[in-house]
């Protein structure tokens, strides 16, 4: 059997009644395991080393890149009366990314695009805006997204694959006893 995705990845998938495994290619800003148990696609939380990997790897790679492009294109513009789809989707953006990295890495790159910056300004002082974030604020993931300690990222070094087993097992018990074969 052969998957497509977007993007140009070719996966092979077992059609064995056995668990196969099919994973993203490494450079997937994913930042869950999609694998594939007892003919189920199942999502796996990556480890918080590989996640903190990622999102630096995102970060440099993605987000500044996107910085540059939104800042020449927003080049002065401001609001209008009512916002856009696209201007909630930066607000969004930068939001969010701002509760993964350091603080001090997102100030910088703040600072060199002033027209992001102040066009997120503008739509976080909106008060309907203030008012959907205190009913829904922000909240940072930062210590998921760093780098762990080393007594925790032995502990998930341990813990996942037991997780990945068992899920394994109990999905083929499910299956079998189900009679869905």
């Known amino acids: 059997m052969q998957w497509w ?39 796996f939380p990556r480890q918080q080393v590989e996640r903190a990997q990622r999102v630096g790897n995102y970060f440099e790679s993605s987000f500044k890149p996107w910085m540059r492009q939104m800042e ?50 503008e739509i976080g002082a909106l008060p309907s805006v203030q008012q959907h974030l205190v009913q829904h604020p922000y909240q940072s993931l930062r210590e998921l997204m760093s780098t762990p300690s080393n007594c925790k990222r032995h502990l998930e070094s341990l813990l996942f694959p037991c997780l990945k087993a068992a899920m394994a097992s109990w999905l083929g018990l499910k299956r079998c006893c189900s009679g869905d074969r």
């Not at 064995?16 to 999502?43: G, H, N, W």
């Not at 909630?88 to 603080?103: K, N, Q, Y």
Request: aromatic content about 8%; glycine content about 4%; some cysteine.
């Open 5 to 43: 995705m977007p993007g140009e990845i070719n996966w092979t998938c077992s059609t064995t009644r056995s668990p196969a495994s099919v994973v993203l290619p490494e450079e997937s800003p994913s930042f869950f395991e999609r694998t594939v148990i007892a003919e189920k696609l199942q999502m």
């Open 72 to 121: 020449k294109l927003l080049d002065g513009r401001r609001i209008a009366a009512s916002l856009s789809f696209a201007e909630l989707a930066i607000f969004d953006l930068v939001s969010t990314l701002e509760g993964f990295v350091e603080p001090e890495a997102f100030k910088q790159v703040m600072d060199l695009h002033p027209e992001v910056r102040g066009l997120v300004q």
